[in-house]
């Protein structure tokens, strides 16, 4: 069974149709019990990061997400969700994040070409990064597939764990991975086809409890 966490933001209809559209059995919930019961974990988010967090605490359900991902239970973050597996953002300010990837969120507007929206929203080309081994979550997706963005931050200084990049006007991060731990900046609830295959991936993936 797949959790996903519901504290209060995130497009948690869609999410929850993609993955039952797969056959994955799915409960969207925000009782700990029932995440730490679940198999895998999904956290979504939109929004801004200094409110997410506030929520997720309020609830207690930062310190669920992370003994179950210390538990070796895969997790997988989607848009705001992944920037929340960082140690940090700099929204609005500086706001503690969940602290299981190393690295930090940033603001995308200082390095893109001037002229270029914010936020940015659109169909973008994945792209691998060469010499690692790829990412069991891209199984199923060829280097050049596109899938659907809406952010304004961006995860930097956290290179060694990108498993995935999107060119806009800068090579910005669009996937990352820590072991069990997974985030992707882009929504694979709104990417067709190729979100489809993203999630199915992440539904196969084993892990411990």
Sequence with gaps: MIAIVDYGVGNLFSLSCSLRSLGAEVLVTGDAGAIRAADKVVLPGV?????????????????????????????????????????????????????????????????????????????????????????GLFRYVEEGECVYFVHSYYASRCDAYVTATAEYGAELTAAVERENVMGVQFHPEKSGAVGLRILRAFCEREGGR
């Design 47 to 135: 929004g801004a990061f200094g409110d997410a967090a506030a929520l997720l605490r309020e609830r207690g359900l930062d310190r669920v997400v992370v003994e179950e991902a210390r538990r070796g239970k895969p997790l997988l973050g989607i848009c705001l969700g992944m920037q929340l597996l960082f140690e940090r953002s700099l929204e609005y300010g500086e706001h503690p994040g969940l602290g299981l990837i190393p690295g930090q969120v940033e603001p995308i507007a200082p390095v893109i070409p001037r002229g270029y929206k914010v936020p940015h929203i659109g169909w973008n080309a994945l792209r691998f990064p060469a010499g690692r081994p790829r990412s």
